[in-house]
Antibody, heavy 125, light 113 residues
Framework: EERLVQSGGGRIHPGGSLRLSCDASGLGITLRQYVLAWVRQAPGKGLEWVSSISGTGSQTYYADSVKGRFAVSRDNSKKTLYLQMSTLRVEDTAVYYC????????????????WGQGTLVIVSS | DIVMTQSPDSLAVSLGERATINCKSSQSILYSPNNKNFLAWYQQKPGQPPMLLFSWASTRESGVPDRFTGSGSGTDFTLTISSLQAEDVAVYYCQQYYSSPLTFGGGTKVEIK
C-alpha cells in the first residue's frame, strides 16, 4: 500500500522545540512534482492547515498561527518532508498530518491525498 | 481569510436514507477563467486520517462509491449520500483551496439513526 509514514512527535514543555518527519519513499511518484503540506487536528476538533512547501522547496507558506515559529522543509533526494516546530504553545497540541498536494507544484492552491497516519504532539507543563 | 461554514454539525440518518451536508464559503471560490470551484470534500473515520472524496466540488475520486455526490458553485456547496450505509459513519469536511490560508469547514458528523 502506498502511504506516507510519519515520525517524531511526543510530549514537550511549552517553549520547547520538536521536529516532525514524513517519509514519502513508499509512494511511486516523482516527489518534486508535488507540494507537500502539514495539517493539524486538535483533540476532538476540526482540521487546520499549517504549512505547505512547493515541489522544489523554494516557496513556503504558513498559517498565521505558526508563522515565525514553525519551519517546513523537504529533502527530495530522501523523499522526506519535515516540520521544525519551535516556541511551542499549549494550543499547538494536536495530531499533525502530512499530505500530498494535488494542485500545481508551485502554488498553495491544493487539495490533499494521500495523508500520513498522523503523529500526536502534546505541549504541556 | 475565507471562512468555511458547514451545516449541520451532526445528523443521524436511517440506513438507506439520504444524508445531505452543506458547506458555505464566505466569498466565492469559483475561478471564472476556468469555471472551476476550488472546493474539496473529505471523509474522516475515527482514528484515521482524512480521505479525499471530491475535488473541484464535484469530481469524485477513484474508488469513491457513486452514492456520494458533490454539487454546488460559487459560495454554496453540498455533499449528498444518496443511500446511507453503515460504513459511511464518519465526519465530513469541506476545504477551499482558492486562496491562502487554506481553510476547512468545521466538520459534519454523520451517524446512523
Amino acid at each position: 500500500e502506498e502511504r506516507l509514514v510519519q515520525s517524531g512527535g511526543g510530549r514537550i514543555h511549552p517553549g520547547g522545540s520538536l521536529r516532525l518527519s514524513c517519509d514519502a519513499s513508499g509512494l511511486g511518484i516523482t516527489l518534486r512534482q508535488y507540494v507537500l503540506a502539514w495539517v493539524r487536528q486538535a483533540p476532538g476538533k476540526g482540521l487546520e492547515w499549517v504549512s505547505s512547501i512547493s515541489g522544489t522547496g523554494s516557496q513556503t507558506y504558513y498559517a498565521d498561527s505558526v508563522k515565525g515559529r514553525f519551519a517546513v522543509s523537504r529533502d527530495n533526494s530522501k523523499k522526506t518532508l519535515y516540520l521544525q516546530m519551535s516556541t511551542l504553545r499549549v494550543e499547538d497540541t494536536a495530531v499533525y498530518y502530512c499530505a500530498i498536494g494535488l494542485g500545481d507544484s508551485t502554488t498553495v492552491n491544493d487539495w490533499f491525498d494521500p495523508w500520513g497516519q498522523g503523529t500526536l504532539v502534546i505541549v504541556s507543563s | 481569510d475565507i471562512v468555511m461554514t458547514q451545516s449541520p454539525d451532526s445528523l443521524a440518518v436511517s440506513l438507506g436514507e439520504r444524508a445531505t451536508i452543506n458547506c458555505k464559503s464566505s466569498q466565492s471560490i469559483l475561478y471564472s477563467p476556468n469555471n472551476k470551484n476550488f472546493l474539496a470534500w473529505y471523509q474522516q473515520k475515527p482514528g484515521q486520517p482524512p480521505m479525499l472524496l471530491f475535488s473541484w466540488a464535484s469530481t469524485r475520486e477513484s474508488g469513491v462509491p457513486d452514492r456520494f455526490t458533490g454539487s454546488g458553485s460559487g459560495t454554496d456547496f453540498t455533499l449528498t449520500i444518496s443511500s446511507l450505509q453503515a460504513e459511511d459513519v464518519a465526519v465530513y469536511y469541506c476545504q477551499q483551496y482558492y486562496s491562502s490560508p487554506l481553510t476547512f469547514g468545521g466538520g459534519t458528523k454523520v451517524e446512523i439513526k
